[in-house]
């Protein structure tokens, strides 16, 4: 999308620009309530509310793991920014209570093969008033901790062992 053709969507809602396509942790990431806002960038794309945003992580055809992002009580409330949802915005990844329909999943899955890709962790946002799933991007190289580490560890080494 041309940055012409993203001003003509800011009637619509918000729009965002993404000027770093190899970012992480939303570098690159503005998002833009009027035409002026809007930066040079490489990528467009129209804002999609949410009620919820989550990370699945697909190994093979498989998920793994699935995890939401939720509100970390460490972050001031004046420092959270639900729009842009990461770390350095008040948000942590957390997988207490996630169960993801199937028909979501099986989005995740579809998404990482269309790309080809062996792995790779899907985010989706959950849109209430549409009741419906959106794949944002997938990330091939996201960062691995703790028990989604573990999981990572557990069908790679199920996989080298055939």
């Not at 972050?75 to 639900?82: F, L, T």
Request: hydrophobic share 40%.
């Amino acid at each position: 999308m041309s940055k012409e053709t993203a001003a003509t969507w800011i009637g619509e809602g918000l729009v965002v620009c993404r000027g770093k396509l190899n970012g992480h942790s939303g570098q690159g990431i503005v998002i833009a309530s009027t035409v002026d806002e809007l930066i040079d960038a490489p990528l467009y794309v129209k804002y999609i509310n949410k009620k919820h945003e989550y990370r699945v992580h697909v190994v093979n055809g498989k998920v793994i793991d699935q995890q939401r992002k939720m509100r970390s009580r460490k972050v001031a409330d004046e420092d959270v920014n639900w729009k842009i949802r990461n770390h350095s915005n008040g948000f942590i990844f957390g997988r207490e209570g996630v169960d993801l329909p199937q028909a979501a999943l099986d989005m995740c899955v579809e998404s990482v093969g269309t790309l080809g890709l062996d792995f790779g962790a899907v985010d989706m946002v959950w849109n209430e008033r549409d009741d419906r799933y959106y794949v944002l991007e997938i990330n091939t190289a996201c960062g691995l901790t703790g028990t989604t580490l573990e999981k990572y560890v557990e069908v790679f080494k199920e996989i080298a062992n055939g």
